[in-house]
């Protein structure tokens, strides 16, 4: 890892000098007390701040999807345009099972176990009949998606759902940065959500575990294998269809999660599913397909240019996240981490 990083600073030393610089004037951005002529041209560092961590927090909501869709879409080569239906389902049922039990956690086992039986009828019906087939998959799977909006739409109606956050985890918690100094010289300090934070370290820790899990253990390396020769592999007698609806269970499975994870500091809504099946489009084309590393990045990008957007150009703040991708795509078509064909 150092060598290529010390490679990557020896064959563009300006780009790393760039990145050196922008990675130090955000530290000191974070961290030190803003000036008056800065706070009157850019606000309060508290408003940067909070939305800085809005983005990265949404980042991880962001990455909770784009992490199945990109297992499904990136390395499975299964066009599933029903992902974003599968977050809105898990969204309701963990409603449902949190007003049942008047638990948290078990929301997210319910969520889970439900979607992912979802991705597996969706394995064995759909996608095992069409493999290789990009375009019926793309209609058949958006004519599933408009299906199941309409019977959320049936039976949970048009208001708005939002799962209640556990007491433990309920309030503001102060952290060590610095938005303000008093006349007196007292600092003042950032609180946030605690739950927002918990659910940022809850979605480091499913990426570093997905990262290891494909790269580092014999079942991710059969998921690979078989995605690049599918009919070798099954020759050998590795059961990979097994895997793959396994894989796409999984998958599935983890865009459940993410819809209690919206529906706890979000809302959940009809039209989530669309929402959420874009963003995880862009973030898939802006990290690279098929990287678990190159969804985390995306996410962060995206969630960090809607928030920054939304506070400091709200009138083009949906622009700016297509921009970003275009961008992507007109300079790094593969994406920013994905490999290139």
Do not use: C
């Amino acid at each position: 890892m150092v060598d290529s990083g010390s490679g990557f600073v020896q064959r563009h030393p300006i780009w790393s000098s760039i990145i050196f610089v922008l990675a130090g004037l955000l530290l000191w951005a974070i961290f030190a007390p803003w000036p008056d002529a800065l706070s009157d041209l850019v606000g309060r560092k508290k408003i940067f701040l909070s939305a800085l961590l809005n983005g990265i927090t949404l980042g991880g909501l962001y990455f909770l999807v784009a992490s199945g869709f990109t297992l499904i879409f990136g390395l499975m080569r299964n066009v599933n345009l029903a992902h974003g239906s599968l977050y809105l389902l898990g969204g309701y049922v963990g409603f449902e099972v949190a007003k049942w039990t008047g638990w948290w956690i078990p929301a997210f086992i319910g969520a889970f176990v439900a979607t992912g039986l979802v991705g597996v009828a969706l394995q064995m019906i759909v996608f095992r009949r069409m493999e290789g087939q990009d375009l019926r998959q793309t209609l058949v799977t958006i004519g599933i998606s408009i299906v199941a909006a309409d019977l959320m739409l049936w039976v949970f109606g048009g208001d708005f759902y939002q799962i209640e956050t556990p007491s433990w985890l309920a309030g503001p918690i102060t952290l060590p940065l610095v938005t303000a100094v008093k006349d007196n010289g007292e600092s003042i300090y950032l609180t946030y959500p605690f739950v927002r934070l918990v659910i940022l370290a809850a979605s480091v820790v499913i990426g570093v575990a997905m990262w290891l899990a494909l790269n580092k253990t014999r079942v991710g390396m059969l998921v690979r294998a078989g995605v690049d020769d599918r009919d070798m592999l099954s020759a050998t007698g590795v059961p990979i269809q097994r895997i793959f609806v396994a894989v796409f269970a999984f998958g599935a499975g983890l865009a459940g999660v993410a819809g209690v994870v919206g529906g706890t500091f979000q809302s959940l809504a009809p039209g989530e599913d669309t929402r959420f099946l874009l963003t995880s489009l862009v973030v898939v084309i802006v990290g690279g397909m098929g990287s678990i590393p190159g969804a985390a990045l995306g996410a962060v990008i995206i969630g960090l240019a809607e928030q920054f957007g939304s506070v400091y150009m709200p009138t083009y703040s949906v622009v700016l996240t297509f921009l970003i991708m275009v961008l992507v795509l007109a300079f790094r078509p593969q994406g920013l981490l994905g490999r290139s064909t």
